[in-house]
């Protein structure tokens, strides 16, 4: 069964006018880290449209599959990620959270 991670993180554009380096420099090495291990994205830097409730001004939505939980935590624990998780603790503002996909045919 497939696993997401989706991410809440600032809108570099917004916020400062344009991405810096760092953040283009994370964005680089998250995504060769999520490629080796499996996942792929579905919605990448989004400006969500809320139709019920509020969506922060400022802020983008992004969704990445993996192959399974154990792929993604994997991932999680990976010396690739790592490595982009430092930069991205210095330089973008983000949420992130697990959610399990469904078993296709169940409610």
């Known amino acids: 069964m497939a696993a997401y991670?989706?991410?809440d993180a600032e809108d570099?554009?917004?916020?400062s006018?344009?991405?810096?380096?760092?953040?283009?420099?994370?964005?680089a090495v998250a995504q060769a880290s999520i490629?080796?291990?499996g996942g792929r994205y579905l919605v990448r830097g989004a400006s969500p449209v809320a139709v019920e409730g509020d969506?922060?001004?400022g802020r983008v939505l992004t969704v990445i599959e993996f192959p399974d939980r154990a792929c993604l935590e994997r991932w999680r624990g990976s010396a690739e990620y790592g490595q982009a998780a430092a930069?991205?603790?210095?330089s973008i503002d983000a949420r992130m959270v697990i959610a399990d996909g469904v078993i296709p045919g169940e409610c």
């Open 5 to 7: 991670l989706i991410v």
């Open 12 to 15: 570099l554009v917004v916020e």
């Open 17 to 27: 006018g344009g991405a810096d380096g760092r953040a283009d420099e994370y964005r």
């Open 35 to 37: 490629d080796r291990y």
């Open 55 to 57: 969506w922060p001004d």
């Open 87 to 90: 930069i991205r603790k210095i």
